[in-house]
T-cell receptor, first 114, second 111 residues
Framework: ETGVTQTPRHLVMGMTNKKSLKCEQH?????MYWYKQSAKKPLELMFVYNFKEQTENNSVPSRFSPECPNSSHLFLHLHTLQPEDSALYLC?????????????FGPGTRLTVT | GENVEQHPSTLSVQEGDSAVIKCTYS??????FPWYKQELGKRPQLIIDIRSNVGEKKDQRIAVTLNKTAKHFSLHITETQPEDSAVYFC??????????FGAGTTVTVRA
C-alpha cells in the first residue's frame, strides 16, 4: 500500500516487559521519525533521525530507546512502560529536500500497557 | 520551538456546505505548511501544502490560504462530501527537520 511499514500493528504489554517496535521505509528517504498519537492531543514528535543520526529527542523518557541501524529501518525499544504510554505510535519518513518535505506515515502500532 | 494552534477541535457540516479550519503558528521562520487528513483507523496523509512565498493554493475542492504577517493559515473544503469526514491536522515546518502539528479537527459531514 505505502512505502512505510510498521510491525507489530497491535501490542499489549505489561509494565515490566521489554518489547520493540519496527519501522521500515522503501522510499529512499533520508529522515525517519517516531510520533506518539494520543486521543485529543496533537501528534507528538518523539525522535528524529537524519541520515541515521539522531537530531532530535524531545525530552522523551529513557524507557523509550530508539535505534536507527540504517536509513531504511527504525526501531523503538520499550522498557518498563507506564499505562499513560498507551497510544498509537506512528513512524514516518521524508526526504529532506525541496520541493516537498512531505512525511509519509506508517500504519502505526497500537500499544496498550497494562 | 514552534507552537501551532488549531481551531475548531470539532466541526459538523451539512453535506454540500463548506468547512473551514484555522491554524496559527508562532515561529516566523516557518516556511512550509502542510495539511494532513487522517481517516478513522488509518494513517495521516498529506492532502495539500503551501509555502511561505505563496498566499493561496487550490486543489479541486480544497484550498489553503496563508497570511504570513498574521502567522495564520486556513484550510477550506467546499461542497463537502461524506468521504471528507476525518481528522485534519495542520502543521508548520520551521526548517529544522521537524513538523509541529496542531491538535487536529474532527470533521463530520452529515448526509
Amino acid at each position: 500500500e505505502t512505502g512505510v511499514t510498521q510491525t507489530p500493528r497491535h501490542l499489549v504489554m505489561g509494565m515490566t516487559n521489554k518489547k520493540s517496535l519496527k519501522c521500515e521505509q522503501h522510499l529512499g528517504h533520508n529522515a525517519m521519525y517516531w510520533y506518539k498519537q494520543s486521543a485529543k492531543k496533537p501528534l507528538e514528535l518523539m525522535f528524529v533521525y537524519n541520515f541515521k543520526e539522531q537530531t532530535e529527542n524531545n525530552s522523551v523518557p529513557s524507557r523509550f530507546s530508539p535505534e536507527c541501524p540504517n536509513s531504511s529501518h527504525l526501531f523503538l525499544h520499550l522498557h518498563t512502560l507506564q499505562p499513560e504510554d498507551s497510544a498509537l505510535y506512528l513512524c514516518a519518513s521524508s526526504h529532506l529536500a525541496l520541493p516537498s518535505y512531505e512525511q509519509y506515515f506508517g500504519p502505526g502500532t497500537r500499544l496498550t500497557v497494562t | 520551538g514552534e507552537n501551532v494552534e488549531q481551531h475548531p477541535s470539532t466541526l459538523s457540516v451539512q453535506e454540500g456546505d463548506s468547512a473551514v479550519i484555522k491554524c496559527t503558528y508562532s515561529d516566523s521562520a516557518s516556511n512550509y505548511f502542510p495539511w494532513y487528513k487522517q481517516e478513522l483507523g488509518k494513517r495521516p496523509q498529506l492532502i495539500i501544502d503551501i509555502r511561505s512565498n505563496v498566499g493561496e493554493k487550490k486543489d479541486q475542492r480544497i484550498a489553503v490560504t496563508l497570511n504570513k504577517t498574521a502567522k495564520h493559515f486556513s484550510l477550506h473544503i467546499t461542497e463537502t462530501q461524506p468521504e471528507d469526514s476525518a481528522v485534519y491536522f495542520c502543521a508548520a515546518f520551521p526548517n529544522d527537520y521537524k513538523l509541529s502539528f496542531g491538535a487536529g479537527t474532527t470533521v463530520t459531514v452529515r448526509a
